[in-house]
């Protein structure tokens, strides 16, 4: 299976500042990588699909980037509901495989 | 409205089955691949299987392999996951997701259920 190795684990952050968050796969999977959302006691929230493209109703401040092995999101101005734990997904091969998750913590 | 709500979760004895079920409404369901994807105490989240629009593809992380099956039913709108043989190691909250399928070759999970809990412990 294809490992996703997601960095870091955890990140605090302030408000307004610009995060980014990278995931690695064990092997190369084109551009097939999803990012979601998750807070807690709630279900995952889709952000990104095909590396970059954004999500209907997701905020531009979200962007995805890479192909390959090597992706990033970045959120361009945290904001308070920005904190969560983020998860990639490669679609690129089964079984799909999850990250580790990042959780983005308030400074 | 739209929405995915699963049930069947419960308390199972190691070696037990279960089925678990999830009804889906403001969509075309028989135009969705379908995905159970979940998440143990604490962790992060797993994906388990899917299955193609009409039921004829289905695939599994190694894991539950020849333990779970995933089905449909596209006439009541409704996906199914089969667990047999389960070990503690399948204690978690089981959500299932719509595939929005926006390109061939790309998977995004949009519509999710608000989760059922199955807990395998003697």
């Known amino acids: 299976a294809i490992q996703m190795t997601q960095s870091p684990s955890s990140l605090s952050a302030s408000v307004g500042d610009r995060v980014t968050i990278t995931c690695r796969a064990s092997q190369g999977i084109r551009n097939d990588l999803g990012w979601y959302q998750q807070k807690p006691g709630k279900v995952p929230k889709l952000l990104i699909y095909g590396a970059s493209s954004l999500q209907s109703g997701v905020p531009s401040r979200f962007s995805g980037s890479g192909s390959g092995t090597d992706f990033t999101l970045t959120i361009s101005s945290l904001q308070p509901e920005d904190f969560a734990t983020y998860y990639c997904l490669q679609d690129y091969a089964y079984p799909r495989t999850f990250g580790q998750g990042t959780r983005l913590e308030i400074k | 409205e739209v929405q995915l709500v699963e049930s069947g979760g419960g308390l199972v004895q190691p070696g037990g089955s279960l089925t678990l079920s999830c009804a889906a409404s403001?969509?075309?369901?028989?135009?969705?691949?379908m995905t159970w994807v979940r998440q143990a105490p604490g962790k992060g989240l797993e994906w388990v299987a899917n299955?193609?629009?009409?039921?004829?593809?289905?695939y599994y992380v190694d894991s539950v392999n020849g333990r779970f099956t995933i089905s449909r039913d596209n006439a009541k709108n409704s996906l199914y996951l089969q667990m047999n043989s389960l070990r503690a190691e399948d204690t978690a909250v089981y959500y299932c997701a719509r595939d929005l399928s926006p390109a061939p070759h790309f998977d995004a999970f949009d519509i999710w259920g608000q989760g059922t809990m199955v807990t395998v412990s003697s």
């Open positions: 299955i193609k629009k009409d039921g004829s593809g289905k």
């Open positions: 403001g969509f075309s369901f028989s135009s969705s691949w």
